[in-house]
Every structure is written in structure tokens, then in C-alpha cells.
């Protein structure tokens, strides 16, 4: 199979349409700018939804799974086999995602791409099943190359189905046990930066633990110093969750659909998708700064304003999740405040 796919162009946003939200936001009965970053989602929704009555009604939120070989060299707080209980989880709806998700009435697509612990068929899960985990990337790059094309695939699928549902929203969102350790590994690589300052407690890792995680990095960053383009990278430290996250958020461009980011190892994969495809970007907001040590440097690689601040580190898509409700209202004030002219209210 090919990759070619990764760089072909993604839709366009309508800039005639932002400059109209722009205008109409201060025709609306307050002082302008007011409504901060409220005012700035509903002018980037209505630009990338082609309408100039943006709305976030029906969101689709895909939940990708699957283990790390690099769990091996204990740099987790929690055991493997997690990764296939979450599975489980959140097909029968007990985590926090599947509460955010039916409180939104947001489609739950929950994708195990491989875990160790396998939970097998569950309604409510789709098997794209690659192989049980990566490769410890400490010893071997983390995919094969087929490996790492299926993938990409699956995030896409996922991507496309959601557009093809008539979803107005696109989230990402991952479950993988030591997968803080692969995005860290990913984020320092495309940004060539030491990982201490990606690296941090993932689950809850003490001081001890971090240091020991910043010493596993070092070497695997060593052992793939020959990876030197973004997907490379990818390939050799990523994680089949978050390579899947890679082609959802670059598909999901292609196709003309608005991604709202979550945090840690999905913003690791945003930037890497940014990377691939720099076509990308306007595509991308950002729910909420994760309380994950490296997360605020991706942001700000990514030049990132995210919506919210609330020391959230559980992943899930959960922060992402967390902020819809304030794109909806976004988007209700936006489109339902009275004007000046219509209020009756003087503007000098
Ligand atoms: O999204 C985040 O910012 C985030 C920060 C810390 C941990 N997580 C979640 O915790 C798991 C990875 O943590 P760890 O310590 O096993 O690498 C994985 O399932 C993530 O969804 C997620
Ligand atoms: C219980 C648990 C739930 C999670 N959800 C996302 N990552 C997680 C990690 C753990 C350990």
C-alpha cells in the first residue's frame, strides 16, 4: 500500500465566510471582541463548516486503543492489561468518556487497533486488530511498515464515517497503557528536543518514575537517531493508537470536517499530522492544556490557544469531550444574539 494519500490537499477553509462571522460578530449587542475566544471558535467553525450559522450538534468521537511494547521497561503506574479493560469499558459504559459522550448525545466509536489483553468481540467495538502490541522501541522500531500503513488506515475510516454520518465535529481520542512515554518519545523527535521536556507522570509516575522513563527515552531516541522525517518517527516510536490518530486528523482535513484536539498524546499527533501535512492546521482546535508535563510545549509548537485549563491529564478524549459545551455555545451566540440595529441599542 501507499502512503501518497497522507499529503494530498485538504479542503479549504472559507475565508470570505470567516471575514462575514467576523463582521457579524460586532454588529452583535456587546462591546467588540467581548466574547473572547468564544467569538473566535464560532468565526473558525463557520469558516470550516461553509455556513454562516456554525453548529456543533452532532459531534462523533472515536476512542483509539492499543498497547506498547515499551511498557515492558516499567514506565507506566499501571499494569497493561488495562488497556483491554478500558476497552471493555468503554463499550459498556462505564468510563468517563462514554458518560461525556451520551451526556453530548456524541457518537462513541471505540476502535482497538490491538491490546495484550484482548478483549475479543463487544458490541460497540470495532476489531481492526494489528497485532497484540508494538514492538518495545527501546529494541526494534515500535511498527513494521505494513503495520503502521493499517495504521493510518483505520484512523481515517474512522474519519470518513464520521463525515459520511453528517458529524459537525470530528474528536480523537486514545487508551494505551505507556502511550505517554511513546508520544513523548514522537514529540521530541519532530521537535529535536531532549525528553525531559516531554516526558512527565503519564497515569502518576513519581519523580523516581520520571526519571527512569527520561533515561528508557534517551536510549530508544538513540537507537532511531536514523528516523529523520516525521512519519519515520512515527513509525519507529509512535503507537498504533496514535498513528491512527495521525491519519483520523489528516483525513478528516481532506474531507472538510473540524477536529477538536484533547490533549497530551493527541496533541503529539496533531503535530505530527501538522508535519506531514501542513495543510492540516486550520483544521485543528484545541480543547484543553493537559496537566501532563510536555503538553503546553506541543501547544506552543503548535501555536495553540486551548479552550480550557482544568488540570486534566485522563485522555479518553475526555478534555476535548469536556469542551463541546462551550463550542455549542459558541456557536448559539453566534447565531442567535440580536444585532445593534435589531436591540435597538446605540453603539455611540
Ligand atoms: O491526554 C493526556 O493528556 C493524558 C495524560 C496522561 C495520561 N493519559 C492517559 O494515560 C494512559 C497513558 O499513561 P501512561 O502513564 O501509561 O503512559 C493513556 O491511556 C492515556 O489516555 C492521557
Ligand atoms: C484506569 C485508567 C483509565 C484510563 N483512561 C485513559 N487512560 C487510562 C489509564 C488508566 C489507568
Do not use: K
Given at each position: 500500500m501507499s502512503l501518497d494519500w497522507l499529503s494530498a490537499p485538504c479542503a479549504q477553509p472559507d475565508t470570505a465566510l470567516a471575514e462575514a462571522a467576523r463582521a457579524h460578530q460586532l454588529q452583535l449587542t456587546k462591546p467588540p471582541g467581548s466574547l473572547g475566544m468564544l467569538e473566535a471558535l464560532a468565526i473558525q467553525l463557520a469558516s470550516l463548516q461553509h455556513t454562516p450559522r456554525p453548529a456543533v450538534e452532532r459531534v462523533w468521537i472515536s476512542v483509539f486503543a492499543g498497547d506498547h511494547g515499551v511498557a515492558d521497561e516499567g514506565v507506566s503506574a499501571f499494569p497493561q492489561v488495562v488497556t483491554g479493560e478500558m476497552v471493555r469499558n468503554f463499550a459498556t459504559g462505564g468510563a468517563a468518556i462514554s458518560v461525556l459522550a451520551r451526556s453530548l448525545a456524541a457518537t462513541l466509536d471505540v476502535v482497538n487497533l490491538g491490546t495484550v489483553n484482548d478483549p475479543g468481540e463487544i458490541p460497540g467495538v470495532r476489531r481492526a486488530i494489528i497485532a497484540p502490541s508494538t514492538a518495545n522501541f527501546c529494541l526494534a522500531?515500535?511498527?513494521?511498515v505494513a503495520q503502521f500503513d493499517a495504521a493510518l488506515s483505520v484512523g481515517a475510516e474512522s474519519a470518513r464515517s464520521a463525515k459520511a454520518a453528517g458529524a459537525q465535529l470530528f474528536i480523537g481520542g486514545e487508551m494505551g497503557i505507556a502511550n505517554t512515554t511513546s508520544a513523548a518519545a514522537v514529540a521530541s523527535a519532530l521537535l529535536d528536543e531532549p525528553p525531559s521536556v516531554l516526558a512527565g507522570a503519564g497515569t502518576g509516575l513519581n519523580a523516581e518514575g520520571i526519571r527512569h522513563k527520561v533515561s528508557v527515552l534517551e536510549r530508544a531516541l538513540a537507537q532511531h537517531a536514523g528516523a529523520t522525517t516525521a512519519l519515520e518517527q512515527l513509525r519507529c516510536l509512535g503507537g498504533f493508537e496514535i498513528a491512527a490518530l495521525v491519519g483520523a486528523y489528516i483525513a478528516a482535513a481532506q474531507t472538510g470536517l473540524p477536529v477538536l484536539v484533547d490533549g497530551f498524546i493527541t496533541t503529539t499527533a496533531a503535530l505530527a499530522a501538522v508535519m506531514i501535512n501542513p495543510d492540516v492546521r486550520p483544521w485543528l482546535l484545541f480543547a484543553h492544556r493537559s496537566k501532563e508535563h510536555g503538553h503546553a510545549r506541543l501547544l506552543q509548537a503548535l501555536n495553540a490557544e486551548p479552550v480550557l485549563d482544568l488540570g486534566l491529564r485522563l485522555g479518553e478524549a475526555s478534555g476535548a469531550a469536556t469542551a463541546v459545551p462551550l463550542l455549542r455555545l459558541a456557536c448559539a451566540l453566534h447565531n442567535g444574539m440580536a444585532t445593534f440595529e435589531q436591540a435597538g441599542v446605540s453603539t455611540s
Open positions: 522500531p515500535a511498527m513494521t
